[in-house]
């Protein structure tokens, strides 16, 4: 039977307006009268997830940042920092390359931009994924833990525009597409896959009691730690490769779907 269902937000969970879907309340309801635990698992920083479900900050476990930060009841279980001068080195050579690209220094406490960078299309992509944020003059006076440097490209093409920046640390660092507009780079070894592995040692559960759903790059680790692994209708193709299954998009309600699905199979 399963135990812990992990979905990621955006592309997945959230439909297009970055909207929980209106049925939510009803299936979260429903799956904590049958003993499941619900783990959001975003690149968003733990902030952000806990705004998202005000409801269930006391219920839910969130894994934030790609799986650097878990959180649960207000507990860190889990973080997986990133080397502090690796972090600033990174963040310099990318805005020197190219001060177009929107740069983040994610840390424990906040999120970190450059007041340089401050325009009102960067405030908003902030304020998406990161509500404590800070805009500091520069990343060397930050005095938090790292566990993320995020790169965004208004254009949609951070697979074009900034993976060629960064390609010379990816064999030391993680790196790793978020979406068209969003490149991540996190400590050696950092994926949601290792959040879940660790959760899954924590609370007793096997993977084969756990079901995930993702659309992007940045899932598919997570989706190989899981017995039950789904996949968006909007996937990415090679996320579709790592999943067992494919439900229908995030517009569609595909992660209730799925779920609905392993209800009926008698397996939650």
Same mark, same amino acid.
């Given at each position: 039977?399963?135990?812990?269902?992990?979905?990621?937000?955006?592309?997945?969970?959230?439909?297009g307006?970055?909207?929980?879907?209106?049925?939510?309340?009803?299936?979260a309801a429903?799956?904590?009268?049958?003993?499941?635990?619900? %783990?959001? =698992?975003?690149? /968003?920083q733990?902030?952000?997830? &806990? *705004?998202?479900?005000?409801? $269930?900050?006391?219920e839910?476990?969130?894994?934030?940042?790609?799986?650097t930060?878990?959180?649960?009841?207000?507990?860190?279980l889990?973080?997986w920092p990133?080397?502090?001068a690796?972090?600033?080195?990174?963040?310099?050579?990318v805005?020197?390359?190219?001060?177009?690209?929107f740069?983040v220094f994610?840390?424990?406490r906040?999120?970190? %931009?450059? =007041?340089s960078? /401050?325009?009102?299309?960067?405030v &908003? *992509?902030?304020?998406?994924? $990161?509500?404590?944020?800070?805009?500091?003059?520069?990343?060397?006076?930050?005095?938090?833990?790292?566990v993320?440097?995020?790169?965004f490209?208004?254009t949609?093409?951070?697979k074009?525009?900034?993976?060629?920046?960064v390609?010379?640390?990816?064999?030391a660092?993680?790196?790793?597409?978020?979406?068209?507009?969003w490149?991540?780079?996190m %400590?050696?070894?950092?994926?949601?896959?290792?959040?879940v592995?660790a959760?899954?040692?924590?609370?007793?559960?096997?993977p084969?009691?756990?079901?995930?759903?993702?659309?992007?790059?940045?899932d598919?680790?997570?989706?190989g730690?899981?017995?039950?692994?789904?996949a968006?209708?909007?996937?990415h193709p090679?996320?579709?490769?790592?999943?067992r299954?494919?439900?229908a998009?995030?517009?569609e309600?595909?992660?209730?779907?799925?779920?609905?699905?392993?209800?009926?199979?008698g397996?939650?």
């Amino acid at each position: 039977m399963i135990k812990m269902i992990f979905s990621d937000m955006d592309g997945t969970l959230l439909d297009g307006k970055g909207q929980v879907p209106a049925w939510f309340d009803a299936l979260a309801a429903e799956l904590a009268a049958r003993g499941v635990r619900f %783990a959001p =698992a975003s690149g /968003r920083q733990y902030f952000s997830l &806990a *705004e998202s479900f005000p409801r $269930y900050e006391d219920e839910f476990l969130f894994l934030a940042e790609n799986g650097t930060n878990v959180v649960y009841r207000g507990e860190t279980l889990f973080t997986w920092p990133m080397e502090q001068a690796a972090a600033h080195a990174i963040l310099e050579e990318v805005y020197a390359a190219d001060p177009g690209i929107f740069c983040v220094f994610c840390g424990l406490r906040d999120a970190y %931009a450059l =007041a340089s960078q /401050r325009s009102e299309e960067n405030v &908003a *992509e902030l304020r998406k994924y $990161y509500t404590h944020a800070a805009w500091v003059p520069s990343f060397a006076a930050v005095e938090d833990t790292c566990v993320k440097v995020s790169f965004f490209d208004v254009t949609a093409h951070s697979k074009e525009r900034i993976e060629p920046l960064v390609e010379k640390w990816r064999t030391a660092q993680q790196v790793v597409l978020s979406s068209d507009y969003w490149l991540d780079i996190m %400590a050696p070894g950092a994926n949601k896959g290792i959040a879940v592995r660790a959760m899954q040692k924590h609370f007793g559960v096997r993977p084969e009691e756990c079901a995930a759903f993702g659309d992007y790059l940045n899932d598919r680790e997570m989706l190989g730690a899981v017995g039950y692994s789904f996949a968006m209708a909007n996937a990415h193709p090679a996320v579709k490769a790592a999943a067992r299954y494919e439900t229908a998009s995030n517009e569609e309600g595909g992660v209730l779907l799925g779920i609905r699905r392993l209800m009926a199979k008698g397996l939650i």
